[in-house]
């Protein structure tokens, strides 16, 4: 891959690869300190279809995650990427993994408060992803406000990315969501999310913003769709996400 191609690539996923919720989290870019319960498991299949100056980017990133207590969430989220940039082949493959935990520390309602943190390993073909035997670290405090039928999330994260050449390795997030339950069985979302731009030939942070609508179909089965759109010229121009979401006990 051209050294430019990765930065791009970067940016282009690093929207979806940290924040990341494990109750009904799809399309959202903020996490919330919902968990499992013992012996739960939650699958959400992401779809992300981005657009930006020409360029193009599919990203397929499915999530596991396992409650192992009723607090602690044990997650494994692969990814697969097709990109389509400018003057560069098409390149397809399969990304880095997310290997991670959360852990709700604090509940007392309506509040909340939990930290997702983990590793990504080098799993990627095609150098869609890390060097081989490189791994980036990175972890998120997350708060959680649930007054019902309304609740806002808040993230502050921070990823630790390999020294390599024209990459950031310091990664800061921000990010804050409103999720506004409508009826029973539709929850309407408005998020706003900053990144540090993973470009380190450029200063601009990534900045968007995204709404979205997550309908239960059932107990246990909900789908989603988003649209995210950048809210300065750093970030990438547009994003359509789809994802189906399925909870039970294993």
Not at 22 to 30: D, E, I, V, Y
Not at 45 to 73: C, H, I, K
Not at 115 to 142: C, F, M, Q, W, Y
Request: proline share 6%.
């Amino acid at each position: 891959m051209p050294g430019r191609l990765l930065p791009t690539v970067l940016c282009a996923t690093a929207l979806l690869a940290l924040p990341l919720d494990a109750r009904a989290g799809h399309p959202m870019l903020t996490e919330d300190t919902g968990t499992q319960g013992t012996g739960n498991a939650e699958l959400e299949l992401g779809f992300s279809w981005a657009s930006d100056a020409g360029n193009r980017y599919f990203l397929f990133q499915p999530q596991l995650s396992y409650g192992a207590t009723p607090t602690l969430d044990l997650i494994v989220q692969p990814s697969w990427l097709d990109t389509d940039v400018t003057d560069t082949p098409t390149v397809h493959g399969y990304g880095d993994t997310n290997l991670d935990f959360k852990w709700r520390f604090f509940g007392r309602d309506p509040y909340s408060l939990a930290i997702r943190a983990g590793a990504t390993v080098a799993t990627s073909t095609n150098d869609l992803g890390l060097p081989a035997g490189k791994t980036a670290e990175h972890a998120l405090l997350v708060g959680t406000y649930d007054a019902t039928p309304l609740t806002i999330d808040a993230n502050l994260g921070y990823a630790r990315n390999p020294d390599l050449p024209e990459h950031r390795t310091d990664i800061f997030h921000v990010s804050a969501a409103a999720l506004y339950a409508a009826t029973d069985r539709m929850n309407l979302v408005l998020d706003l999310a900053w990144d540090s731009n993973p470009d380190a030939t450029r200063s601009s942070p990534l900045a968007v913003g995204l709404v979205g609508a997550i309908y239960t179909c059932r107990p246990g089965l909900d789908v989603d769709i988003g649209y995210r759109s950048h809210l300065n010229s750093a970030a990438i121009d547009r994003q359509w996400l789809l994802g189906v979401t399925f909870r039970g006990a294993l």
